[in-house]
């Protein structure tokens, strides 16, 4: 970077990225991460661990110094030129410190070999002196670039006390540390030395190793990375083309249906046509004959109105012809003759509509390439630990001499083995002990010859399969992630406290941004509240969060030293506690959870006490000051049935007490090891009953029964899908789901 980029970039080089402002006193880590020492005191304060902190940039692991002391770090000397190069070029404005005075003035020298500023008085005294005559002074008026590359050039002094004007000039080998001349002499005396000059043209040799190693690393990342694209790209085309198939086999079905449609549809309209001509033929008929019975009617009306008795008498006979009594039933008879012409209807194809329903328009079928005999792994010592590698699932078919397949072990004498696309990958080679009956049985896979498994048989295993079945433990797959580093809305800074409403709403202590955020059960930012600072509604570092019967949210507020309640709007409504080791007052608190009773259960971590609540905010009683029962850095304590279940970070253990607060045991102790925990944190029972520990320094979550025997675990350290970077707390959803809060990835992630 050439002296003009720098000058023009000067501020945001020299500005600490923890506490946003110019560095003060400069300390760098092994990750070659920069910070003020005072924000690493901070920070380790914080972290609740006195030998580790992690770097608030890349969130390694950073070792405390031997001594105890933060001091200790290695001091950046090149940031302190920049600090320097800083004050040269504001030195009109602000002024420079005298290194000799402190006075503060905007007439100031710099000496490059005293490597400190001097105001007008004192670079007087400074110029009398006659070790000091030699010395390169300049006004700071006078700089030029030149002038700014040489301070940026200046040499590295020794830090060990009474030295602090000795120059950096050898490499002590057994301490692997640069000295000065009295260091030679004295802390060093009787060690192997080199020049300092020559040490670093080796530590340059190495370290230009190995970075064209982490090159071509990136390159060969880079291009599995155009790989995986290219068939990303290969995926997205095949798929269009997969839903371009399927539009058009649908589109060809609805144009042969809409086809069948219309023949159905022209065969009713004929059908309807001959109906209604028929119907029409047999109204006009019957319309005809209506017409002479009404004529017939009007006449004899008037034959009775006009005769006589002896006339109507005469004309029985007659009437008899222009009445016929078949008149009476014309309109049963055509009843009858069009009742099997109405009754006509659609009987509809229901084997099709059921093929349909059941089958669907086609199937969706997914392949992969073939997987020959030596890619395919299992492995295994006898038939307790016999194991299948991921990379092939034997598909195993029992099978009787006739050949049927069969589900006793006493009648089986072939087994097919085929990998997961059907394919012969394994010959079984099986010996019968003529003592039990039972079979000795070795599968070898076809290209290599080598021997995979050996288990044996007997009638009493699990039907259909030579393998003895286990039941597996409970597995958690992950199925979501949301969150990044930031302040922005929806992103986080170091989430540590999770919990789940009624409504599947997950909400989030966001740490480090003092504020707490409500988030979908998909991760969709609903709103949040809160901000950094002392006051009703603020937080400084809020960490447990709860919710009770009242739909309250109740949230710790670490460093201030209390538990603050708001309402479903995250409007303020009360807060209890305050500094202090009384029953009402808290220290450092850090968990918090709702008993059946709906009070509150607060891990008291500074005053290293479990304190309960009411409702209302009243003190009722504490756990942890009885003989035997007490608490290093109790972190969280939850009620289960009838159990109170506490996490101790500092004794690496998990404490259980009755409802009346009676200890009863604790399970686990610092390790890696399935059971062993470092640093437990918050505690969570799952839709199972089992209690979920987050192992935070190892990286995993851990599932027990309350007996404490170990059941299963999740996850291990890393920043993928899956992975975990300390978590610090769980909760459940309605379905089952587990919320875990992933604290140094800046995420939550959800399992199932």
């Given at each position: 970077?050439?002296?003009?980029?720098?000058?023009?970039?000067?501020?945001?080089?020299?500005?600490?990225?923890?506490?946003?402002?110019?560095f003060?006193?400069?300390?760098?880590?092994?990750?070659?991460?920069?910070?003020?020492?005072?924000?690493?005191?901070?920070?380790?304060?914080?972290?609740?661990?006195?030998?580790?902190?992690?770097?608030?940039?890349?969130?390694?692991?950073?070792?405390?110094?031997?001594?105890?002391?933060?001091?200790?770090l290695?001091?950046?000397?090149?940031?302190?030129?920049?600090?320097?190069?800083?004050?040269?070029?504001?030195?009109?404005?602000?002024?420079?410190?005298?290194?000799?005075?402190?006075?503060?003035?905007?007439?100031?020298?710099?000496?490059?070999?005293?490597?400190?500023?001097?105001?007008?008085?004192?670079?007087?005294?400074?110029?009398?002196?006659?070790?000091?005559?030699?010395?390169?002074?300049?006004a700071?008026?006078?700089?030029?670039?030149?002038?700014?590359?040489?301070?940026?050039?200046?040499?590295?002094?020794?830090?060990q006390?009474?030295?602090?004007?000795?120059?950096?000039?050898?490499?002590?080998?057994?301490?692997?540390?640069?000295?000065?001349?009295?260091?030679?002499?004295?802390?060093?005396?009787g060690?192997?030395?080199i020049?300092?000059?020559?040490?670093a043209?080796?530590?340059?040799?190495?370290?230009?190793?190995?970075?064209?190693?982490?090159?071509?690393?990136?390159?060969?990342?880079?291009?599995?990375?155009?790989?995986?694209?290219?068939?990303?790209?290969?995926i997205?085309?095949?798929?269009?083309a997969?839903?371009?198939?399927?539009?058009?086999?649908?589109?060809?079905?609805i144009?042969?249906?809409?086809?069948?449609?219309?023949?159905?549809?022209?065969?009713?309209?004929?059908?309807?046509?001959?109906?209604?001509?028929?119907?029409?033929?047999?109204q006009?008929?019957?319309n005809?004959?209506?017409?002479?019975?009404?004529?017939?009617?009007?006449?004899?009306?008037?034959?009775?109105?006009?005769?006589?008795?002896?006339?109507?008498?005469?004309?029985?006979?007659?009437?008899?012809?222009?009445?016929?009594?078949?008149?009476?039933?014309?309109?049963?008879?055509?009843?009858?003759?069009?009742?099997?012409?109405?009754?006509?209807?659609?009987?509809?194809?229901?084997?099709?509509?059921?093929?349909?329903?059941?089958?669907?328009?086609?199937?969706?079928?997914?392949?992969?390439?073939?997987?020959?005999?030596?890619?395919?792994?299992?492995?295994?010592?006898?038939?307790?630990?016999?194991?299948?590698?991921?990379?092939?699932?034997?598909?195993?078919?029992?099978?009787?001499?006739?050949?049927?397949?069969?589900?006793?072990?006493?009648?089986?004498?072939?087994?097919?083995?085929?990998?997961?696309q059907?394919?012969d990958?394994?010959?079984?080679?099986?010996?019968?002990?003529?003592?039990?009956?039972?079979?000795?049985?070795?599968?070898?896979?076809?290209?290599?010859?080598?021997?995979?498994?050996?288990?044996?048989?007997?009638?009493?295993?699990?039907?259909?399969?030579p393998?003895?079945?286990?039941?597996?433990?409970?597995?958690?797959?992950?199925?979501?992630?949301?969150?990044?580093?930031?302040?922005?809305?929806?992103?986080?800074?170091?989430?540590?406290?999770?919990?789940?409403?009624?409504?599947?709403?997950?909400?989030?202590?966001?740490?480090?941004?003092?504020?707490?955020?409500?988030?979908?059960?998909?991760?969709?930012?609903?709103?949040?509240?809160?901000?950094?600072?002392?006051?009703?509604?603020?937080?400084?570092?809020?960490?447990?969060?709860?919710?009770?019967?009242?739909?309250?949210?109740?949230?710790?507020?670490?460093?201030n030293?209390?538990?603050?309640?708001?309402?479903?709007?995250?409007?303020?409504?009360?807060?209890?506690g305050?500094?202090?080791?009384?029953d009402?007052?808290?220290?450092?608190?850090?968990?918090?959870?709702?008993?059946?009773?709906?009070?509150?259960?607060?891990?008291d971590?500074?005053?290293?006490?479990?304190?309960?609540?009411?409702?209302?905010?009243?003190?009722?009683?504490?756990?942890?000051?009885?003989?035997?029962?007490?608490?290093?850095?109790?972190?969280?304590?939850?009620?289960?049935?009838?159990?109170?279940?506490?996490?101790?970070?500092?004794?690496?253990?998990?404490?259980?007490?009755?409802?009346?607060?009676?200890?009863?045991?604790k399970?686990?102790n610092?390790?890696?090891?399935?059971?062993?925990?470092?640093?437990?944190?918050?505690?969570?029972?799952?839709?199972?009953?089992?209690?979920?520990?987050?192992?935070?320094?190892?990286?995993?979550?851990?599932?027990?029964?309350l007996?404490?025997?170990?059941?299963?675990?999740?996850?291990?350290?890393?920043?993928?899908?899956?992975?975990?970077?300390?978590?610090?707390?769980?909760?459940?959803?309605?379905?089952?789901?587990?919320?875990?809060?992933?604290?140094?990835?800046?995420?939550?992630?959800?399992?199932?």
């Amino acid at each position: 970077m050439d002296i003009k980029t720098l000058l023009d970039n000067l501020h945001e080089e020299v500005s600490c990225s923890v506490c946003m402002t110019t560095f003060t006193d400069p300390k760098i880590l092994p990750c070659l991460h920069s910070f003020c020492l005072h924000c690493l005191n901070e920070i380790l304060r914080t972290s609740g661990r006195y030998d580790i902190f992690p770097c608030p940039e890349c969130r390694k692991e950073v070792q405390v110094p031997s001594s105890g002391k933060l001091k200790d770090l290695p001091t950046n000397f090149r940031m302190n030129s920049l600090l320097d190069v800083l004050a040269i070029k504001e030195c009109h404005t602000a002024g420079v410190k005298c290194g000799n005075c402190d006075k503060s003035s905007r007439h100031s020298s710099y000496c490059f070999q005293c490597c400190a500023f001097w105001c007008d008085e004192c670079i007087i005294a400074h110029n009398l002196i006659k070790a000091n005559k030699e010395h390169r002074v300049l006004a700071l008026k006078d700089f030029e670039d030149q002038d700014i590359e040489d301070v940026l050039k200046r040499p590295v002094f020794c830090q060990q006390k009474h030295h602090e004007k000795e120059e950096l000039k050898f490499f002590c080998n057994n301490c692997d540390v640069a000295i000065c001349n009295l260091c030679v002499a004295t802390i060093h005396d009787g060690h192997a030395k080199i020049v300092l000059e020559e040490a670093a043209s080796e530590r340059k040799i190495q370290v230009k190793s190995a970075i064209e190693t982490q090159k071509k690393n990136i390159e060969h990342k880079k291009n599995v990375i155009a790989d995986l694209e290219r068939q990303c790209k290969q995926i997205e085309a095949r798929g269009n083309a997969v839903k371009r198939d399927i539009h058009k086999f649908a589109e060809n079905m609805i144009s042969l249906i809409e086809t069948k449609k219309k023949e159905m549809l022209n065969i009713a309209d004929k059908q309807i046509k001959e109906s209604l001509g028929c119907v029409r033929t047999q109204q006009c008929e019957v319309n005809r004959r209506v017409k002479l019975l009404e004529t017939a009617v009007e006449k004899t009306e008037t034959l009775l109105k006009r005769c006589t008795n002896a006339e109507i008498t005469q004309l029985d006979k007659s009437l008899n012809t222009v009445l016929p009594e078949e008149v009476s039933d014309i309109g049963k008879q055509a009843a009858t003759d069009l009742e099997g012409l109405r009754q006509f209807l659609f009987k509809e194809n229901k084997t099709l509509l059921d093929s349909l329903n059941s089958d669907n328009i086609g199937s969706f079928q997914t392949f992969v390439t073939n997987t020959c005999a030596h890619q395919s792994t299992a492995e295994g010592k006898g038939i307790s630990e016999a194991r299948v590698g991921l990379e092939l699932n034997f598909l195993l078919t029992t099978r009787n001499a006739e050949g049927e397949q069969c589900y006793n072990q006493r009648d089986c004498v072939n087994v097919e083995i085929k990998n997961q696309q059907g394919h012969d990958c394994a010959t079984e080679v099986r010996l019968k002990d003529e003592k039990d009956g039972s079979y000795k049985v070795r599968y070898f896979l076809k290209d290599t010859g080598k021997c995979q498994v050996s288990v044996k048989i007997n009638e009493e295993h699990i039907r259909g399969s030579p393998f003895p079945v286990k039941p597996k433990p409970r597995q958690f797959r992950h199925v979501l992630s949301f969150g990044q580093k930031g302040s922005s809305v929806g992103m986080q800074c170091s989430p540590y406290g999770v919990a789940v409403n009624e409504r599947d709403d997950i909400v989030v202590t966001d740490t480090d941004n003092h504020r707490v955020q409500v988030f979908s059960s998909d991760g969709t930012y609903l709103r949040s509240f809160g901000r950094g600072g002392d006051k009703q509604g603020e937080f400084n570092f809020p960490f447990g969060i709860a919710f009770d019967k009242n739909r309250r949210s109740i949230v710790v507020d670490y460093s201030n030293h209390r538990v603050q309640l708001f309402n479903e709007q995250g409007e303020y409504l009360s807060q209890f506690g305050g500094e202090g080791n009384l029953d009402h007052q808290l220290k450092s608190p850090l968990g918090l959870s709702i008993d059946r009773n709906g009070n509150i259960i607060v891990a008291d971590k500074g005053n290293k006490v479990i304190k309960t609540f009411s409702p209302s905010d009243q003190f009722l009683y504490k756990l942890g000051e009885g003989e035997g029962e007490g608490f290093t850095s109790p972190c969280h304590c939850i009620q289960y049935d009838k159990y109170l279940i506490v996490s101790d970070a500092g004794e690496h253990c998990i404490k259980v007490f009755d409802i009346n607060g009676n200890f009863l045991y604790k399970f686990g102790n610092k390790g890696n090891r399935d059971g062993e925990l470092n640093s437990p944190q918050f505690l969570s029972v799952n839709k199972a009953g089992h209690l979920m520990v987050c192992d935070r320094d190892n990286h995993r979550v851990q599932v027990f029964e309350l007996s404490g025997r170990f059941v299963t675990k999740f996850g291990k350290r890393g920043s993928g899908p899956g992975e975990f970077k300390c978590p610090t707390s769980t909760a459940v959803l309605s379905d089952g789901r587990i919320v875990v809060a992933d604290w140094w990835n800046n995420r939550i992630q959800i399992f199932e």
